[in-house]
Structure formats: C-alpha cells, structure tokens
Nanobody, 124 residues
C-alpha cells in the first residue's frame, strides 16, 4: 500500500525555522512527483512546493519562494521541506502527497490519501 507520512511540525516564533519530513512507503520517490500542500484555518488547501526526484525538478509557490527549500533523500525514500524565515501566515497543517506531475490545481489528484499532515504554528 502506497503511503506518505508527514512529520516535523511544531510551534515556532516568527523568523524561525522548521524542517518537515515526508517518508514514503509502498513505492519509490522516483515514481512520482512529491508535493507539499498546506491548509490554514478557514482557508482552502494550497500547493506549496513539489519535487520530481527522477530529474531533480522543483517548483515553489510565490508565497514561499526564497524561504522554503524542498529536497529528497532517495536512500531514505524521504522528502524534506526546510522552512526558514517563517511568518505567522505560514501557520497551517502541511500535507505531503504523491502526484503525476506538480499539480497544485488537483486536476489529476493525488495518489492515495492525504493523511493527517503535520501542524505548523508560527507565533508573532
């Protein structure tokens, strides 16, 4: 069964950093694009960043460009999201999902379920 488990969230002050992890099981990262989405309280889910590990391609949504970095460790079958210079507006539950391409509009959808995500809270 294909599964992705996100972890690493927590409470941090504005300007601080966190690193989220996304561990894949049941498939290898190279088979899909791995995307991070987030959903803030009262807001719609939005795409944050994605990585296609087979060619190293990455994409970042404008609100996180220059602050967030996505990377992967093929041996650990894990994708990381390094979040620096965090802002209160980054507060959200963060989800990692496998997709066919970087599909923030969810036209194709995701592989498997969204999971529980990991909560990030940035205090001002």
């Amino acid at each position: 069964e294909e599964q992705l488990v996100a972890s690493g969230g927590g409470l941090v002050q504005a300007g601080g950093s966190l690193r989220l992890s996304c561990v894949a099981s049941g498939f290898h990262l190279d088979e899909y694009t791995i995307s991070w989405f987030r959903q803030a309280p009262g807001k719609e889910r939005e795409g944050v960043t994605c990585i296609t590990t087979s060619d190293g391609g990455t994409y970042y949504a404008d609100p996180v460009k220059g602050r967030f970095t996505i990377s992967s460790d093929s041996a650990k079958n894990t994708v990381y999201l390094q979040m620096n210079s965090l802002k209160p507006e980054d507060t959200a539950v963060y989800y990692c999902v496998a997709q066919i391409g970087c599909d923030f509009d969810l036209r194709i959808g995701v592989l498997g379920s969204w999971g529980q995500g990991t909560r990030v809270t940035v205090s001002s």
